[in-house]
Nanobody
Framework: QVQLVESGGGSVQAGGSLNLSCAAS????????IAWFRQAPGKEREGVAV????????TYADSVKGRFTISHDNAKSTVYLQMRSLKPGDTATYYC???????????????????WGQGTQVIVSS
């Protein structure tokens, strides 16, 4: 069972930055992607960024391109999400997830992800 634990959320003013971390353990051989999703109150969960477990390939949602950066440190089994130029619209609970299959298309396919962290809240005030 893959276990994921997020940290690093908090409150920040618009234009500020936050760095999220996702500590992962128990990878299965089928785990191919680690992604960040977010869910704002009353909205559906949406994919933010994904990185291939065995490479450096990354994909971002259009809404965060140029502002967010996903990376991983395989030695620490940790995936990071650097968030810059934050906007009030980025306010949400951010979840880390482990998935299978082809990573670039997975941000729109929650069904590829069967393991989720508990989430960490990000609040961006104007």
């Amino acid at each position: 069972q893959v276990q994921l634990v997020e940290s690093g959320g908090g409150s920040v003013q618009a234009g500020g930055s936050l760095n999220l971390s996702c500590a992962a353990s128990g990878y299965r051989y089928t785990t191919n992607c680690i992604a960040w999703f977010r869910q704002a109150p009353g909205k559906e969960r949406e994919g933010v960024a994904v990185i291939a477990v065995r490479g450096e390939e990354t994909t971002y949602a259009d809404s965060v391109k140029g502002r967010f950066t996903i990376s991983h440190d395989n030695a620490k089994s940790t995936v990071y999400l650097q968030m810059r130029s934050l906007k009030p619209g980025d306010t949400a609970t951010y979840y880390c997830a482990a998935g299978i299959g082809w990573c670039p298309s997975s941000l729109n396919r929650l069904s590829q992800y069967s393991n989720w962290g508990q989430g960490t809240q990000v609040i961006v005030s104007s």
